[in-house]
């Protein structure tokens, strides 16, 4: 006879799938290898980049041309009753 009791095959702990802590940065496409292709995406890059640019430049010259831009409102309008008390006091 069998001494002892039967061991049970334990089923071990199962992997838990690591979660990402943050999104990665970069593109999420595969790179392409073909010559043609490379050269293509490499032209869409730059353009894409050169059109950000140029949005970007566009809008700060909007925004200067409005005035000073201030996120708090009372600070922004202290120091302008400062700068208009100055120039009384000058002329």
Avoid at 51 to 80: D, P, Q, Y
């Amino acid at each position: 006879m069998v001494q002892g009791s039967l061991k049970k095959i334990g089923g071990g702990q199962k992997k838990q799938p690591r979660k990402a802590k943050q999104m990665k940065k970069g593109a999420r496409t595969i790179a392409p290898k073909k010559a043609a292709l490379v050269t293509q995406k490499r032209l869409e890059k730059k353009l894409t980049a050169k059109i950000n640019n140029n949005i970007e430049r566009e809008m700060s010259v909007k925004a200067n041309a409005v005035g000073k831009l201030t996120v708090m409102k009372k600070l922004a309008e202290a120091t302008a009753a400062e700068a208009a008390s100055k120039k009384k006091g000058k002329k």
